[in-house]
């Protein structure tokens, strides 16, 4: 069993800042690719941010220069650094992780998501 757990979400002005954490807990292995999305009222739900195993990072277009993705892999912590917030960034983020997890003597690899951390900007 994994459980992944959003946290550090909130009300914020324009202009301001928060840190996103997501942790992952169970019979882990190894963390691979980790996710963050978000997801608008009455809007689909979108990739924003996306960290590998080694590091390497990616985003939508509509928060490069912004967001900062980092990850702690002894911690089983992915961090989201999100500056100059903007009204259009609220939404609720969830992280998404592919892990591999032990299972008896062998691994299973599996996609799971957290819950879910409401972020709220305010104008």
């Known amino acids: 069993q994994v459980e992944l757990v959003e946290s550090g979400g909130g009300l914020v002005q324009a202009g301001g800042s928060l840190r996103l954490s997501c942790t992952a807990s169970g019979s882990i292995f190894i963390t691979k690719d980790v996710d963050w999305y978000r997801q608008a009222p009455g809007k689909q739900r979108e990739l924003v941010a996306t960290i590998g195993t080694s590091g390497t990072t990616d985003y939508a277009d509509s928060v490069k220069g912004r967001f900062t993705i980092s990850r702690d892999n002894a911690k089983n912590t992915v961090f989201l650094q999100m500056n100059n917030l903007k009204p259009e960034d609220t939404g609720v983020y969830f992280c998404?992780?592919?892990?591999?997890?032990?299972?008896?003597?062998?691994?299973?690899?599996?996609?799971?998501w957290g819950q879910g951390t409401q972020v709220t900007v305010s104008s």
């Open positions: 998404n992780a592919d892990i591999l997890t032990r299972q008896g003597p062998g691994l299973m690899n599996g996609g799971y």
